[in-house]
């Protein structure tokens, strides 16, 4: 079964996502951090899912077109900086076949489990209660996408990208954990009106 070997598999780097991520959301301490918090993940996120629903997707995952998360992100932005556009991205990993694509989305699908946690946080930190729609994504419907997603995984035509799969998302949780490294500000407010 693949979800169980992917879930194993990526364990270590997944970890080290998740560190870096609370890491980097310790310094938003107000709505000035939060905007610039918002661009940084953007630069890799909105890329990301770019290239991956370039993919023929809807032949192997449920409610793909759902699955696109990026107009959250940047109606949120859009919030603070109605203007705003990626000028600056993050190196992303090498998404070649539909099978690293799958491996990345295995990423960003299962970030979604977190959401609440996060917006949680920044609630507390900031005192925000809106501009909370990316981290919110799918709401009650949370858990039914996730399960649905992890039974797509399994199915048997998958079965042989294992390898392929659970590289690619090893790759995935690696470059986005490198990224938020090297953009962990002390405060994200002096950056927030920036292009990136």
Known sequence: MLHPHLRSNTDITHRQLEKQFISNLQSVNSPED???????????LLPMEEVLHQFPLKTLIPAIDARKRSKDLLEDIRHYDKNW???????????????HAIGALYVLEGSTLGGPFIAKMIRKQTGLDSTLLYFENYQEKRKAMWNKFRMALDQSALQPHTETITASAICCFTAYQKWLEINNKPSYAKNSNSSM
């Open 34 to 44: 939060y905007e610039g918090f918002l661009k940084t993940i953007a630069a890799f």
């Open 85 to 99: 556009e990626l000028m600056q991205t993050a190196s992303l990993p090498p998404i070649l076949t539909i099978y």
